[in-house]
């Protein structure tokens, strides 16, 4: 995935209210799509590889759960066991 090929060089120029937040309501969803697939890979590839401890390895599987609901994905806790 190339990077510059998603950022948007301008923002709409409009004098058009309505118009406008429909522009930015478009532009969110697409970060928090994008967000959410970096989540979720993350949170399906990390595994357990000792270069830090248990305890900080759950706790960085467990953050991500509430990440994921506030972007309107919800995870099973069972999932992560």
Known sequence: MITANN???TPLQTNNFKEFMKFVKEC???ANQSLASTLMSTLTNTKF???RTMHEHVLE???LVPKLKTLGMAIDW???V
Do not use: G, P
Request: proline fraction near 0%.
């Open 7 to 9: 950022i948007k060089a």
């Open 28 to 30: 969110s969803q697409t």
């Open 49 to 51: 590889d000792r270069s």
């Open 61 to 63: 599987m467990t953050n």
């Open 78 to 80: 069972i999932f992560l």
